[in-house]
């Protein structure tokens, strides 16, 4: 009796840990599941971005329809308290288009955060100012930014950038002066 106690007590410990190591597995099998799905969407998302610029480049502001949320917001800076909408951020691009016809972009760097995108670029063209007189005045720029997108539902709702404003801005021939005091 003893013996076949000690038996069932066996199999029973031996049963337990096979179920455990099965519950293991399982979780593994989760675990590297969610991580797969995970990494599929930042693929994704990073995709989106690089697709957006894309067509941005071209000259695409019907992009803003297809790709980003119709409650997008962009932040500029990216401390900003009060962020431009979808259609005045398409509006901003079209004066781009216009004013920097061969507006080239270059991502340096890109790389998902979970829901957010990362992204290190420059850009470069040939700033044709709209001005009266006989021919518009034509300035090389070159500038760099640091935007961050957020992604929701496979679109954009969310664009942060911090640029250099001051040096584009002295590229074009604009000075910063200070401010007269106050009499």
């Excluded at 399982?26 to 675990?31: Q, V």
């Excluded at 990073?46 to 067509?55: D, P, R, S």
């Excluded at 290190?120 to 930014?145: S, W």
């Excluded at 969310?158 to 009499?183: T, V």
């Amino acid at each position: 009796m003893k013996r076949t106690l000690g038996i069932a007590l066996a199999a029973l410990v031996i049963a337990m840990g096979a179920g455990c190591k099965d519950k293991a597995a399982e979780d593994a099998l989760a675990a590297t599941a969610r991580m797969k799905s995970q990494a599929d969407l930042e693929a994704r998302n990073v995709e989106l971005v690089k697709t957006a610029i894309a067509q941005l480049e071209k000259g695409d502001i019907d992009v803003f329809t297809g790709l980003f949320a119709p409650d997008f917001k962009l932040y500029y800076p990216s401390y900003s308290t009060t962020p431009v909408t979808r259609e005045d951020a398409m509006g901003v691009s079209k004066m781009m288009v216009t004013a920097v016809p061969d507006l080239v972009y270059d991502i340096l760097d890109i790389f998902p955060a979970g829901e957010r995108v990362v992204l290190r670029l420059a850009f470069r063209g040939t700033h044709r100012a709209i001005a009266p007189g006989p021919a518009p005045a034509e300035a090389k720029i070159a500038a760099g930014a640091i935007v961050i997108f957020r992604i929701k539902d496979g679109l954009i709702t969310e664009e942060y950038i911090d640029g250099d404003a001051l040096g584009l801005f002295r590229q074009l021939g604009l000075e910063l002066k200070p401010k007269a005091p106050a009499k």
